[in-house]
Structures are given as C-alpha cells and as structure tokens.
C-alpha cells in the first residue's frame, strides 16, 4: 500500500448524517402533513380501520429502522474515522475474528427480526378476516383504462346500481371489494390493482381470479386513488375516488342510482339522447333509453352528470372536456378504447349529445 | 503464429494477429475485458435512458415524453441494467479475476466462454435493434402477460424481448456453468476450498444460483413466445392459462436474480476491503457461510413480490418469514465488514471510498427491504417510488458502488495504468450525493401515493418538490459518471505505471505482471494460506514437484492447465485447452439468425439460422482443439 496522505474528516461526517436526517425529516413531514386538502393519497394519513391496521405497522416497523439505521451507520462512520490510516505507517494488529462477536451479530438482528415479523403475521390474520356480516359488497372490474364498480342486489339484476370510477361507499361500514376477473359480463383484459391510499392497501385485478380486500372509512369524504399495476398507455390516467357519504345519504344516493335518470327530453337534448340511442349503446348501458340492452363494455352513462369527472377520472364533467373528448378521446387519454366521433358525427351533433348528457342526473 | 519469440509458453498463448485473430480469441482475460466493456456501455446507456424518464418526470403535466416511449424507456431501463449490465458484470469480473485469484491460466471451457461473449453481446443488440424497427419493448422489464401477449402487444416489441432476452440469458447459463467448473477443479495446489477468496465464494454461489434459477425463466419465456406465435395459451385465462403462472416462474427467477447481482458485489467488497484496512478480513468462515445461506435462502423469497396478487394466509406468512430471514445472513456480512474496517487502518483511496459509499447505501436498502417484507404494509408500498427507492438503495448500493469499487481496484492490473486518485474521489461524491438526493426523496414521494411506470402525474397533491429534487440528483449522478468515466479514459494514455501489485494485494493476481501474460502464471502458484501474498512473499516459484516446472518451460506447444481436486486443491492432472477459434463466434451468429427468423416469421431464414447451428456445433467438434 502506497501511503495516503491522511485527509480531513469533517466534510465527510456530515453528508451522511444530514442525509440521515433530511430522510427522517421527509417521513416526518409525510406522517404529519395530513391535510387531506394537500396530500389525498398520503398512505400514512390513514382515514379509516383497514388503512390505519397497516399504518400501526409502519409505527413499529419504521422506529425499529431508524433505530437500526443510526446504530449501523454510526458504527462504520466512527470505525472509518477513528482508525483511518493516519500515514504513520503502524500495520494494525492481526486479527482473523472473534467467534463470539460474530454469533452476537448473527442472534441480535435475528431477535429484531422477530420483533417485526410478530406484528406482522398478526396484521396479516386480522386483514385476512372474512366480511363484517353488514358489509357492503361491490364487484370491482379495472379495465383499460377504468373502473367499474357494480353494487348487486339481490332482487333483480335490472337493479344493480352499476358506475365508473367513483365508487360511493357508506362511512362507518366495512365495504367487501370483489376485483372480478373472472369473466364478467363486460369482460376482462390485464392486470390492474386496486388502490385507496387513505383507505387500505391494493390488490391486483388478476384475470382469471377473484381477489378481496376490505376498506372502509370513517369520515364522509372524497379519498382518491389510482391504479397501481402498468397496464399499458394510459396507466397514468387510470385513477379512481372514493366517496364516502353518511349511511342515511349513502342510502338516499344508492336508491336515486337503482332508478334511471328522469331526464326532460326535448328539442337538443332529444337529439342527443336520439344520437346517443344509435350510436353508443353498443358499448355504454343508460338505463332509460329505450334502445339501451344494458352493455357494459364501456362506462355505464345511467347518472353520468353526477359524476365529477370522467376518462378514467382525469377530466372534469363540464361540456368543453364532454365535446372534446367525444371529438377525439385518444388526445385526451392515450390508448383510450372508445372511438373518436369528430368524423362521423358535427360538432352540432356532439353538442346535443353532451347537453343529453349532461341531463343525466 | 506470426511473431515467434522463441519461448514456447509465450508463443502458444499468443492470441492471432489481425482480426481474425481477434475474433477468434477466446482467453479469459480478453472475453473477460470485452464482457466489463459491454456490460459498462450498456450500464451506460440504460442510465442515459433513465435522465430522459427524470427529465418526465421533473415537473407534473410535462409533455417532454409521450406516454408510448416513456414506457419503452422505463423498459428497456430495468432490462438493460438487469440483463445486460448487472448479471454480466457480475460474470465478467469472474471470468477475468477468478482464474489469476485461483492460480490458473484460463477457464476450463475457453471456447465456450468466447461463445457465451457472443451470446451476450448478439442478445443485447438484437434487443437494442428494436429501436431501429421502431418496436421497442413496452410492456415492463417483467413483462406480464396478458399486457404482455398477443392480444394487448400484437406488434413485434415484445418479440424483440423475449427473443433476445433468452439469448442473453442462454450467456449468462454458460458463463455460470464455466465458473462453477473452474472454481471446483482449477484452484492453485493447496487452495483448499476454505482459502479460497471470498471473492471466489461469492462467485461460486452466483454461478450454481443462475443454473437453478435462470432455465425456467428461459423456459417462461418461450412458453410466452409460443403464446404469442402459436397462440398456445399458457398464460391466458380465456382458454384455461394463468397470468400468476408467469408471475411465479418470472420471480423464481428474479428474485435470487438480485441476489445473483449482489453477491459478486460483495465478494468485490471482501476483495478490496483487507488491501484497504491492511488487515486480514474479520469473520471469513461467517462470511462465506453467509453467501451460501443466501444463495439458498434466496430461492424462498419470490412471492414477496406477488404480495397483492391474492397469496393466501401460508404463503403471506411464509414468504415474510423467508423475506425477513434473509436480512440475517446480509446482516453477517456488513457487520463483518464494518469489524474489518475497525480493526484496520482504512486507507481513504477510491476503491475504498466506493466500499464505504455500499455500506452506506445498501445498510439503508436492507432497512426499506424489512419494511416491504412486512405484508400489510407492502400493500400500500408495493408498486410505488417507495419501491423504486428502496430497489435502487439495494441495487446502486449494492452493485454499482462495489462495481465502481471493484473497477477502480482491477484496472490497473487488467491496463497496467492507475486511476487518478483525485477524479476518482470527485465522481464517488458526486455519485453519492446525487444518489441519494435522486433516491431518499422518491421513498416520500411514494409514501404520498405516487404508483409506479406512470408517465405523468398531476400537480398540487404534494408530488412536485420531490420529483424536481429527484430530477436534479439524477443529472449529479450522471455528472459523477462522466467524472468517472473520463478518469478511466485519461488513465489509458496518462496514467502513472502500475506495476505488478500497486495497493500490496493479498491474492494471487497481484503475483503477476499488470496486465497479465495471455497465460496469467508462468509458474503455477502454490497457495498454502488464505492470504498468499502476505503470508509468502515472495511466493514461492522454483522447485517443486516436476509437472511445475514442464508448465512453466513446455514441451510440447499446447495452451496445458493443471487440475486439481475440488475439496484439497491436490494436484490431479494436466490438461490441454483449447485454442483460437471462430466457431464460437459462428454458433452465436448462427442462433441470431434462427431467431431474427422467428422474430419476422420466416421459416426460410429460421432454417437457415438452423442449417448454420449444425454446420458450426459439427465445426466446432471437429477441429483440431488443441494445437496452433
């Protein structure tokens, strides 16, 4: 070894241990900058019991790191610069090891370790519950780039309340998702996953499979989430909310959706329900027209004006985004399966079906 | 042979002149040397893609990208760093280092290994020529199906993947297969299995973990191509298939894949870290014990990375045992590392700057990696920059500093020129900075919500100020790189003499000259300690038995190597290898045209790519092997 001329130190404490603290600083922040206004998909802002099950774990689990991480990391800072070479050309003593320090550093993390997977596995079980005998159940089925969300009821499949991207839920009641991938009537593609931040963890949308999870929240609230396995162009644009209401206006909400919208059909808006009669039906349900055989390849249109927005939840409902989007979707949302209109239909003519839609209600 | 210098040794390993010669060369050191090379291009390349993606994401709503080549850059992103830089690094510094480490003169199988070059480098352009087509892979360097198949990727990209990844992967098989056969039965005499080098561990581990864990994942993979070709249907639900049989086979393979790219790196560390504390390695038994453990343990950890596919409660609880199990063995070898360095006198020199520079890092990537292999909160983790950040830790951590590390350290033995002791300490702190300034913000920023592959995200949900940090560090990253990068290539011309043994090495490729004679040793090396070079300086290179002197003044003009056995390293026999050989190189070409024929869908050019396999596997059996 040729010698090095010693260096100082004091540059190289520091780097370390500010980024040290710069991370314990930033999770802080996460943690507590719970202001839904700022941060909607904090996962540890939880807002209800499934979310906060997996946020108690972060609380042991990320402690535990910390505590580990600044052990370590000051244990190689002080070897490095307590006994760097200091040019004087003493060799350090030869020592091959030190059996019992090696066990003692084999059995302590191992007992850490355990520490974690305890909580854990018990987490584990609790989440893998079955359904609260009052819960809620909804089909979930992701679709490029969508969702959909069907509330069955036991009387009549005529009166499934079915919606898309907004899936309306009561507070304070558990709500049984069911990601459908088996076969569905509206069918499947790829794989998505399901996620609420605020409100669980996700589950993918397996075709093929069925897979559960369990959300629930206990505040009336809009909590968004999106999709969180690529699954192709528009995985981006593929987001969701949920929506959570009182149980009495959940329940209000829930039997205004079983009914078609009483729409006042008239003058544009006749034409637009007309247009949209012949031309959409193929792939979009509107319960109410006459022509509608309830096909859901696309987004149900039965409430469609209630919704906030549309295209995978990335477009506000208002006429400009409805009359662009219906010109050309693949502009708007890369990828988007429904065909663009701006050739075969006027702009009149899209206009009557964005006021038809917008009557929706 | 053209220059006869009247040594028979020399003569008989001199590699051809002109091109010829140098296609068919097939000595380690020069597969070796080509094999870092690629593998560094490719690392580069797979980085600059990654500064377009960061330049995406630098501001929300950013049209710089479309969503189509953001997604072809996140994949061909993961696939180059995984399949075309991280595992062949790995085996490059084992085909070039192992056989000096061990005392021997080439790999067993010298032609096999020019081919496994081949594969490699044909496999990586083939994936590469997809841009040219203008159908490059999108579909994620996991490519699950069904996005992955025939129905949701019709045109050719995903071709170009699976094709060229089985080729690459068919490299990295007989590469191991070499490694295997060259650390078990050519180690100097009296290198019994518990002196060899941890290095030589790690690398032993590696190679039987890719013969276990990369045939099936070949196998998915033409499973996949036959979906998509044939329309067999393995993978589709519509006709009885399974997505989650794909996803099992993938992670059967991918996830002791990162601890295939890991543990070289960390026989890289217990390379370099003794030279640089000038101490013997603190706990050698515990740590190669350590790299065997994780190489088996490693095969019971895949299903971590299924954890939101609906696993049930056995397979939860099981896989977040074997995930948290893991990190014991990992735990050893840092703590034996961190014990090396208090006993030593840590010298502050590049390579050890970049050890330091793992330490750090990868500590803080093991701590993430327990946090995800808690299940519950893996659900809200998984598929998020918590992720990324926490892949990047293990994986820069992990790999890139020790690569760095290990760089610095070997190329003034493989060009016989030293590094620049002051640019190598700018880019370490460039790299570092940038590092973590990229990274620690991206485990926030997922935290917040902020999925995985998405080429866009809104602003005002508290995203912003995390991706422009990230951004900015990326591009200190890629400055520390270009520091780098410039130091090794100033050193080709203007760097200081090396000499045979620049840092006082303690293992035997130091015991020879920088760079090495094509047959490394004229006089096999006989290792009685762990530390040869400190122990017995200067080794012992006279006497001995007779055979040792016929190896180092040859009889007869064949390439000799003496075996020796697998446990003792007794002496067991003389072997020839051999020689200079284009066959290797025409078998690759050959498997690149069969496939390019599959690629386009014509039987014509398949069957020729064929008719050329035969022609050169009947050539290559058939030629004189061991004479000039």
């Known amino acids: 070894m040729r010698a090095g001329r010693p260096r100082r130190s004091g540059m190289r404490t520091w780097v370390p241990v500010v980024l040290g603290g710069l991370l314990l600083g930033a999770c802080e922040t996460a943690a507590l900058g719970g202001d839904t206004g700022e941060l909607p998909m904090n996962a540890l802002d939880p807002a209800g019991p499934i979310a906060r099950l997996q946020d108690n774990l972060w609380n042991v689990v990320f402690p535990i790191a910390v505590f580990v991480f600044v052990l370590v990391q000051g244990l190689i800072l002080f070897a490095v610069f307590r006994f760097r070479d200091r040019g004087d050309g003493t060799p350090p003593r030869q020592v091959a090891g030190n059996t019992r320090l090696e066990v003692l550093w084999t059995i302590i993390p191992a007992l850490i370790l355990a520490g974690i997977a305890v909580p854990t596995v018990r987490t584990i079980f609790e989440l893998a519950d079955p359904p609260a005998e009052d819960a809620l159940i909804v089909e979930v089925v992701g679709k490029q780039y969508w969702w959909e969300f069907t509330y069955r009821t036991e009387q009549d499949p005529a009166d499934d309340v079915v919606t898309a991207n907004e899936l309306h839920i009561p507070t304070g009641r558990e709500v049984y998702i069911e990601l459908n991938g088996r076969d569905p009537e ?176 | 042979m053209t220059t006869v210098t009247g040594d028979r040794l020399e003569d008989v390993w001199a590699t051809r002149p002109g091109l010829v010669g140098w296609l068919g060369a097939v000595n380690h050191k020069q597969v070796g040397q080509r094999f870092i090379a690629t593998a560094f291009v490719f690392f580069l390349v797979g980085g600059v893609q990654s500064l377009f993606m960061r330049y995406q994401l630098g501001s929300p709503e950013s049209t710089f990208l479309d969503p189509e080549t953001y997604n072809q850059l996140f994949t061909m992103h993961g696939t180059t760093m995984m399949f075309l830089f991280a595992v062949p690094i790995g085996e490059a510094f084992g085909i070039y280092f192992v056989p000096l480490m061990l005392g021997a003169r080439d790999m067993p199988f010298p032609r096999l290994n020019a081919f496994g070059y081949w594969a490699y480098l044909f496999g990586g352009i083939f ?54 056969v060259l650390i078990l039965r050519f180690r100097a005499p009296g290198m019994a299995i518990s002196r060899m080098p941890l290095f030589v561990w790690s690398l032993l581990v590696t190679a039987t973990m890719i013969l276990v864990a990369f045939p099936p994942l070949i196998m998915g993979t033409v499973l996949l191509e036959l979906d998509r070709k044939v329309g067999t249907g393995f993978y589709d639900p519509a006709v009885g298939g399974d997505p989650m049989l794909w996803q099992h086979i993938f992670w059967w393979f991918g996830h002791p894949e990162v601890y295939i790219i890991l543990l070289p790196a960390i026989g890289i560390v217990s390379a370099i870290l003794p030279v640089f504390t000038r101490t013997r390695i603190v706990g050698y038994t515990f740590i190669a014990a350590a ?86 909160f893996d659900w809200q983790a998984h598929d998020t920059y918590f992720v990324v950040a926490h892949f990047h830790y293990v994986l820069i951590g992990g790999v890139l500093f020790p690569v760095l590390a290990g760089l610095t350290y070997w190329l003034p033995k493989m060009t016989g ?54 951004t900015v560090g990326a591009f200190v990253v890629a400055a520390g790189m270009a520091v780098f990068v410039a130091d090794v290539v100033r050193s080709r011309w203007r760097g200081a003499p090396a000499g045979d043994d620049p840092w006082g090495g303690n293992t035997l490729e130091w015991a020879t000259t920088s760079p090495p004679e094509p047959f490394n040793f004229r006089v096999i090396p006989i290792a009685t300690t762990r530390d040869p070079l400190w122990d017995e300086r200067p080794l012992d290179l006279a006497g001995g038995p007779a055979w040792r002197r016929e190896l180092a003044h040859p009889v007869v003009s064949r390439r000799e190597m003496v075996s020796t056995s697998v446990l003792d390293a007794a002496p067991h026999e003389v072997l020839t290898l051999p020689i200079h050989s284009l066959w290797p190189l025409g078998l690759a070409a050959a498997l690149g045209v069969f496939l390019i024929g599959v690629m386009v869908d014509r039987t014509s050019i398949g069957l020729v790519g064929l008719a050329g396999l035969a022609v050169c596997v009947i050539g290559w059996l058939w030629s004189r092997q061991d004479e000039p």
């Not at chain 1, 999870?213 to 644009?237: K, V, W």
């Not at chain 2, 050890?352 to 093991?366: A, N, Q, R, S, T």
């Open chain 2, 417 to 470: 020129r030293l590094l620049d002791d002051r640019l190598g300490t700018v880019a370490f702190w460039l790299l570092f900075a940038g590092f973590n300034l990229t990274f620690l913000p991206q485990h926030v920023v997922g935290l917040l919500g902020m999925p995985r592959r998405v080429y866009t995200y809104p602003s005002g949900i508290g995203w912003d100020v995390y991706n422009l940090l990230s």
């Open chain 2, 127 to 180: 994936l590469y020529s997809s841009f040219l087509a203008g159908s490059v892979p999108d579909s994620g360097w996991y490519a699950y199906p069904p996005l992955s198949g025939p129905e949701y990727s019709p045109r050719s990209n995903l071709d170009f993947w699976l094709l060229g990844v089985t080729f690459v992967e068919v490299s990295g098989v007989i590469a191991a297969f070499e490694i295997v």
């Open chain 2, 291 to 376: 790299t065997v453990a994780i190489g088996i343990l490693s095969f019971g950890v895949w299903v971590h990375h299924m954890f939101t596919t609906g696993i049930n409660l056995l397979g939860l609880t099981f896989f977040t045992a074997g995930s948290l199990l893991i990190t014991i063995p990992g735990g050893v070898q840092i703590f034996a590392f961190i014990a090396t360095l208090w006993r030593g006198r840590p010298v502050f020199k590049p390579p050890l700057l970049h050890v330091i520079g793992f330490l750090v890092v990868f500590v803080f990537g093991g701590l993430s990696g327990v946090m995800v292999a808690s299940v519950p």
């Open chain 1, 186 to 361: 509206s069918g499947v593609d790829v794989i998505h996953s399901f996620w609420i931040p605020r409100l669980a963890g996700k589950a993918d949308y397996v075709p093929g499979h069925t897979r559960t999870m369990r959300i629930a929240a206990d505040e009336p609230g809009t909590y968004p989430g999106q999709c969180a396995e690529f699954c192709g162009l528009s995985h981006a644009n593929m987001k969701m909310v949920v929506v959570a209401h009182d149980p009495a206006e959940f329940d209000e909400w829930f039997a205004h959706q079983a009914e078609p919208a009483d729409a006042e059909v008239d003058g544009q808006i006749a034409e637009g329900a007309e247009i949209v009669g012949q031309q959409c039906v193929g792939c979009h349900a509107v319960d109410g027209l006459e022509t509608s055989a309830g096909v859901q390849i696309a987004p149900n249109l039965t409430h469609f004006a209630l919704r906030e927005r549309f295209a995978g939840y990335i477009l506000d409902t208002t006429a400009d985004n409805l009359h662009a989007w219906i010109t050309d979707p693949q502009d708007l949302k890369p990828g988007a399966q429904m065909p663009a209109f701006g050739e075969s239909l006027t702009s009149e003519q899209i206009d009557a079906v964005v006021a038809y839609l917008q009557t929706l209600e």
